[in-house]
């Protein structure tokens, strides 16, 4: 879970890296071909989003509250 902004920072860096690992993976292996790595790529570049959500959601409502 993303507590503050550097671990924000962070997991939208990890994200980069896994998106990029992504799109190589795909240029590289057609359909079909190494269809686990990719799964498993994709289940940590939708983690990463979740937690990015939670943490934006937070601050959000964070900032919205009157002080």
Partial sequence: MITNAAEYEKAH??????E???????RDHPV????????????????INEELAVFESREEARLATPR
Avoid: H, P
Wanted: a positive charge; aromatic letters at 4%; proline letters at 0%.
């Fill in 13 to 18: 860096s990890d994200l980069r890296i896994l």
């Fill in 20 to 26: 990029q690992r992504i799109a190589d993976l795909e």
């Fill in 32 to 47: 079909g071909e190494k269809g686990f790595t990719k799964a498993g790529v994709r289940k940590m570049i939708a983690k």
